[in-house]
């Protein structure tokens, strides 16, 4: 079983795992349909990925997909800590430009559900730092897009200046 927490963003869930220990270690479900569809959520998964950051300081750009290639996501850290910001993207919402940030952390096991049209974000708090994605729509180039880090509409409150980041994510134009 899993224990959904929401956030100052509605659609935005914390969900944490209940791990079965015993003397090898633990075992625990990250995604059930059942849970899932009890609060609305569809578990659907069409690609599943990782992030590996080799260095503390990585920032990961706020990449999303644009209608009708919008995607959800399930991000958990399996080793290192994040800190992992989502901002709601979706024009015609109350929580329009807000956004709420967490700490993953490979200890912690704690996930973040984003529905579609949220950006995502993090920036790594230890070295190697691998988070680990379920993702509900395909890449799609044609769809790709990604908001800035420091664009000041959002005033992301970030722990700390990234070291690392790639020249796509630091060339971002401003949000419309």
């Excluded at 260095?55 to 919008?70: D, E, F, I, S, V």
Aim: contains cysteine; hydrophobic residues 35%; proline residues 6%.
């Amino acid at each position: 079983m899993m224990t959904f927490h929401g956030t100052r963003l509605s659609a935005i869930l914390e969900i944490d795992i209940a791990p079965e220990r015993d003397e090898r270690g633990f075992f625990a479900r990250t995604c059930c349909r059942k849970e899932f569809g009890a609060r609305e959520l569809n578990p659907a998964v069409a690609q599943c990925s990782i992030s590996f950051n080799p260095n503390k300081g990585t920032l990961r750009g706020l990449p999303y997909q644009k209608a009708p290639r919008r995607e959800r996501k399930l991000a958990r850290s399996t080793r290192g800590a994040a800190y992992d910001v989502v901002i709601d993207l979706r024009p015609r919402s109350p929580t329009f430009a807000k956004w709420r940030a967490a700490t993953l952390t490979g200890t912690n096991h704690r996930m973040a559900h984003m529905p579609e049209g949220y950006g995502h974000d993090f920036l790594t708090l230890e070295d190697t730092t691998e988070l680990s994605y379920q993702i509900s729509e395909f890449f799609h180039p044609g769809s790709a897009r990604g908001v800035r880090r420091n664009d000041f509409r959002f005033q992301i409150g970030w722990p700390a200046l990234p070291k690392v980041i790639s020249e796509r994510d630091r060339s971002y134009a401003d949000f419309r």
